[in-house]
């Protein structure tokens, strides 16, 4: 059974630093890609940043430039480093890996996701 697992959240005021960690039982280069979702109350779940085996990122606009993130291959670990943070990233943060594909059928594989809070 893949597992995904978060950690790193936390509360944090305007302009900190936090860094998660996604500990996965999966190799990234089994998946099309891992990343970061996250969903703040009373709103959809959105993408933050993802990265490919190939080592290729995407970010949302609202991220880019303040949130980097990275893989270790050896540790099968996928990290999200998270600067000048402000109340809108105050969210769950979901780790995400896939899709990966077994003949017709897609597998997407979540974590159970780490609470970040950004506030004075």
């Known amino acids: 059974q893949v597992q995904l697992v978060e950690s790193g959240g936390g509360l944090v005021q305007p302009g900190g630093s936090l860094r998660l960690s996604c500990a996965t039982s999966?190799?990234?280069?089994?998946?099309?890609?891992m990343g970061w979702y996250r969903q703040a109350p009373g709103k959809e779940r959105e993408l933050v940043a993802t990265?490919?085996?190939?080592?290729?990122?995407n970010y949302a606009d609202s991220v880019k430039d303040r949130f980097t993130i990275s893989r270790d291959n050896a540790k099968n670990t996928v990290y999200l480093q998270m600067d000048r943070l402000n109340p809108d990233d105050t969210a769950i943060y979901y780790c995400?890996?896939?899709?990966?594909?077994?003949?017709?059928?897609?597998?997407?594989?979540w974590g159970q996701g780490t609470q970040v809070t950004v506030s004075s």
């Open positions: 999966i190799s990234i280069f089994s998946v099309r890609a």
């Open positions: 990265i490919t085996a190939a080592g290729t990122t």
């Open positions: 995400y890996a896939g899709p990966r594909w077994s003949g017709p059928t897609r597998y997407d594989y």
